[in-house]
């Protein structure tokens, strides 16, 4: 098999994988709602086990760094998937406080366990030149299984919200199965992710910028099936907000391929950041038309930011640190999964507007950041520009 036959044949095998997964990926969107609403555990109880479930994340996140390095891309996806079905069994079937607990912690110490892994895949397989558009095409991936999985919420809501948990088990099963036979059985070439290598200082900064952009996402899952509650609106229309958004993604990414090669990293995020700060001002009336117009907005802004967030870290990892350099910037996700509940819910003990005003004024704040750094790194000539852009 040629390289690029082989480049082509995982890269699919790993869209195809994330997107069985993602069709059913709705459940953290609803452990709020299964504790509060199921189980009458106060907002603020919620948002303490929602942290804690943060928390879990993060040794989840190199746990799947280690497993990646020792066991291989293939093994670590597997495992993950399968921790996560067993976890989200556990949330629909548990039939107290104590044990959708447990259900919920378990959930978090699986939960990041693939994504080291599906990232250095991309990392150490795909070309530089192609990795921004690689990421861009699995992000553009996810947002279609994304409908799928808003349109399953819209059906399933009515059966409960253990009936989502389900389905989310049975299609993280389902992903195992395809990793298991699709994805090639590769070890990294190094016996232990080589972390002192891959905390350089520039990846440190990013990812603390990366930190603050992953706080705006956790809080738009763990928050948006509350706040629509409390604007008076069912679970359903949760569910079609979240398929208009991945629909928007969709849609979003033709503008993001055109782009991408003429335009800097740091203006892709200066873009999807004026974006989402759009939407999420529109969501702050609790309207439903502007709920609507929002989750497009929102949707559209994750075509912008969530690859080209990805894709500049890539570009930071040495040859044999793509685990280690993707595991230390992913840890972004769980440091934001911590702080993203407590935040979240004292907001929204606000009101809902409060909560959506606030993270739109951080999301212009990021875009005035990377619009700064944009213009102190400009280069002088066109040629100059494309060697530095991997900078941003």
Request: contains cysteine.
């Amino acid at each position: 098999m040629s390289l690029s036959n082989e480049v082509t044949s995982v890269t699919r095998a790993v869209v195809l994988v994330r997107v069985v997964n993602r069709a059913g990926g709705f459940g953290m969107s609803f452990l709020g709602l299964r504790m509060a609403r199921d189980l009458g555990m106060s907002l603020t109880s919620v948002g303490l086990v929602l942290a804690l479930f943060g928390l879990c994340t993060m040794p989840s996140r190199i746990l799947g760094g280690v497993l990646t390095t020792r066991l291989g891309a293939r093994s670590t996806i597997v495992v993950g998937l399968m921790g996560c079905a067993a976890a989200q069994l556990i949330i629909a079937f548990g039939s107290n406080i104590p044990a959708v607990i447990a259900g919920v912690l378990t959930l978090g110490l699986a939960y990041e366990i693939i994504e080291p892994a599906t990232q250095a895949l991309v990392v150490e397989i795909v070309p530089g030149a192609k990795q921004a558009s690689t990421f861009a095409l699995l992000w553009s991936s996810i947002a279609v299984a994304g409908v799928v999985s808003g349109v399953l919420v819209a059906l399933l809501a009515p059966w409960g919200v253990s009936a989502l948990f389900v389905a989310d088990a049975l299609s993280s099963l389902l992903a195992a199965a395809v990793a298991a036979r699709l994805l090639p059985s590769t070890t990294s070439a190094v016996a232990s992710p080589p972390w002192r290598s891959a905390l350089t200082r520039r990846l440190i900064v990013w990812t603390g910028i990366g930190t603050l952009y992953a706080v705006l996402v956790m809080l738009i899952v763990f928050m948006l099936p509350l706040a629509v509650e409390v604007a008076g609106w069912s679970p359903v229309v949760t569910g079609w907000l979240l398929a208009v958004a991945a629909a928007a993604a969709i849609g979003a990414q033709r503008l993001v391929a055109r782009w991408e090669e003429r335009l800097r990293p740091a203006t892709m995020l200066v873009i999807g950041h004026v974006v989402l700060a759009a939407g999420l001002a529109l969501w702050a009336t609790g309207e439903l038309g502007f709920l609507v117009l929002g989750a497009v907005l929102e949707g559209a802004s994750g075509a912008f930011c969530l690859g080209t967030y990805q894709a500049v870290a890539g570009r930071k990892a040495q040859p044999g640190l793509a685990a280690a350099v993707m595991t230390v910037f992913g840890l972004s996700w769980g440091v934001a999964a911590v702080i993203a509940p407590a935040v979240g819910t004292a907001l929204l003990a606000l009101g809902s507007g409060i909560l959506w005003l606030s993270c739109a004024a951080t999301s212009l704040a990021l875009a005035a950041l990377h619009a700064s750094a944009g213009v102190q790194r400009r280069p002088s000539g066109a040629q100059s520009a494309g060697r530095r852009s991997s900078d941003r």
